[in-house]
């Protein structure tokens, strides 16, 4: 992920860039971030999380969002707002939708590492998801064929849950009884 702009910009400056321009831009402690294209790996690994989520939540209250979907992070315990399109969002508390974008904390966010990604997703964005709250923030790495589960405690820190790489089951701590097989994720089926 790269800065778009050089220099800290205000929330509205933000939303003025995006209003003439198509990249996926995340708003973070002023600065605006470019995501890359995701790699046709990404694509996979987003679709098959993404279905086994839905499946899962199926008749349940809780709603999945696939990127591009902007969460605008707003929570009172945290000052500031700050704008960002994880790859995928579950969202249970309905009071934050718009016609535009989520506004408050998402339960569940997972995040696909891209090899310019690595730094913001593993420091920036764990840190920001965990002060803000989020209940449980899943990191796939497609290069590694790893995932790590981070679910919050009762001191509000995250500690790891869950970590595999390339096969056996991953779990969820908030979503009890949802679990997915690394292999289902991973493998590249040939045709």
């Not at 969002?89 to 989520?102: E, K, L, N």
Request: with cysteine.
């Amino acid at each position: 992920m790269h800065l778009y702009v050089k220099g800290i910009h205000s929330l509205e400056q933000y939303w003025q860039i995006r209003e003439n321009n198509d990249s996926l831009l995340e708003y973070i402690d002023g600065f605006i971030y470019m995501s890359p294209s995701p790699s046709t790996k990404h694509q996979r690994v987003s679709r098959k999380l993404g279905r086994a989520f839905e499946e899962f939540l199926d008749g349940k209250t809780c709603e999945l969002f696939y990127a591009p979907y902007d969460i605008e992070l707003n929570s009172k315990k945290m000052e500031g707002t700050r704008v960002v399109i994880p790859d995928i969002t579950v969202i249970c508390d309905p009071s934050g939708f718009t016609d535009a974008r989520y506004v408050g904390v998402p339960d569940l966010i997972v995040e696909i590492l891209s090899p310019t990604n690595q730094s913001l997703d593993l420091v920036t964005k764990l840190n920001l998801y965990m002060d803000y709250g989020v209940k449980e923030y899943w990191i796939a790495n497609p290069m590694l064929d790893t995932i790590t589960v981070y679910t919050l405690n009762e001191k509000g820190m995250y500690e790891q849950h869950d970590n595999r790489r390339d096969t056996g089951p991953i779990t969820s701590k908030l979503f009890d009884g949802f679990q997915v097989d690394l292999i289902d994720i991973f493998k590249i089926e040939k045709a």
